[in-house]
């Protein structure tokens, strides 16, 4: 796929939904980060459900710290792998007391160091809180970006050095959200609904549906 090519795409998606976001509610980093921790292999309705009577109890590292972990599952039970996620928060929270003030740092290196943070949660982190262009590569993201050739690769890490690599500079920043929404939606993993999609005539992908 040619430069031409994906900024006709990415100029189209951005006309279609000009300021893109997370669909997790949250209205600090801090309740960033803990949404996305939970959202891992669990669904963003499921998550914003058990945060939505979580935050307005606990919303700062201190007050889910003093949760404990029993507390804080008693909110995040129906989310999947809520055992382990509620022991990665809790630990999450101290480090964030003992070593940041409280405060999410906005840097990869010490997001990553946060105990169940990997690399695609500091990338949202980074790319929502702080407005870093990063590219947080989902298993959405993952299958628009082969289907469509926009920017194929065999693993995460490499669509994620394709796409910022690729992807022109002036839609770096909301790239990410556009494609989530866009595989989440639109071109969906079983059968995608081309003859609905606002970029299937610059689309590369060769089994195309006429699904509305």
Same mark, same amino acid.
């Given at each position: 796929?040619?430069?031409?090519?994906?900024?006709?795409?990415?100029?189209?998606?951005?006309?279609?939904?000009?300021?893109?976001?997370?669909?997790?509610?949250?209205?600090?980093?801090?309740?960033?980060?803990?949404? =996305?921790?939970?959202?891992?292999?669990?669904?963003?309705?499921?998550?914003?459900?058990?945060?939505?009577?979580?935050?307005? =109890?606990?919303?700062?590292?201190?007050?889910?710290?003093?949760?404990?972990?029993?507390?804080?599952?008693?909110?995040?039970?129906?989310?999947?792998?809520?055992?382990?996620?509620?022991?990665?928060?809790?630990?999450?929270?101290?480090?964030?007391?003992?070593?940041?003030?409280?405060? =999410?740092?906005?840097?990869?290196?010490?997001?990553?160091?946060?105990?169940?943070?990997?690399?695609?949660?500091?990338? =949202?982190?980074?790319?929502?809180?702080?407005?870093?262009?990063?590219?947080?590569?989902?298993?959405?993201?993952?299958?628009?970006?082969?289907?469509?050739?926009?920017?194929?690769?065999?693993?995460?890490?490499?669509?994620?050095?394709?796409?910022?690599?690729?992807?022109?500079?002036?839609?770096?920043?909301?790239?990410?959200?556009?494609?989530?929404?866009?595989?989440?939606?639109?071109?969906?993993?079983?059968?995608?609904?081309?003859?609905?999609?606002?970029?299937?005539?610059?689309?590369?992908?060769?089994?195309?549906?006429?699904?509305?």
């Amino acid at each position: 796929m040619n430069k031409q090519k994906r900024t006709e795409i990415f100029t189209r998606l951005r006309d279609d939904n000009p300021h893109p976001t997370t669909e997790l509610k949250y209205s600090s980093p801090f309740e960033l980060l803990v949404a =996305v921790t939970l959202s891992a292999q669990a669904t963003d309705v499921g998550v914003n459900k058990a945060t939505d009577k979580l935050f307005p =109890v606990a919303n700062t590292p201190q007050a889910i710290y003093d949760l404990g972990e029993e507390g804080l599952k008693e909110y995040i039970k129906t989310i999947g792998l809520y055992n382990s996620k509620a022991k990665n928060v809790i630990a999450a929270c101290r480090m964030l007391l003992d070593k940041h003030n409280g405060k =999410v740092p906005d840097n990869r290196e010490d997001l990553e160091a946060l105990p169940g943070v990997g690399r695609k949660t500091a990338n =949202v982190v980074l790319n929502t809180a702080f407005g870093q262009p990063t590219m947080a590569v989902d298993t959405h993201i993952f299958r628009v970006a082969n289907r469509t050739r926009i920017a194929p690769g065999k693993n995460v890490l490499e669509v994620e050095k394709k796409l910022l690599k690729f992807v022109p500079e002036t839609f770096l920043i909301d790239a990410h959200h556009w494609l989530i929404l866009h595989g989440r939606y639109v071109c969906v993993a079983r059968k995608p609904k081309c003859g609905a999609c606002i970029i299937e005539d610059l689309c590369e992908y060769k089994h195309k549906t006429s699904d509305e």
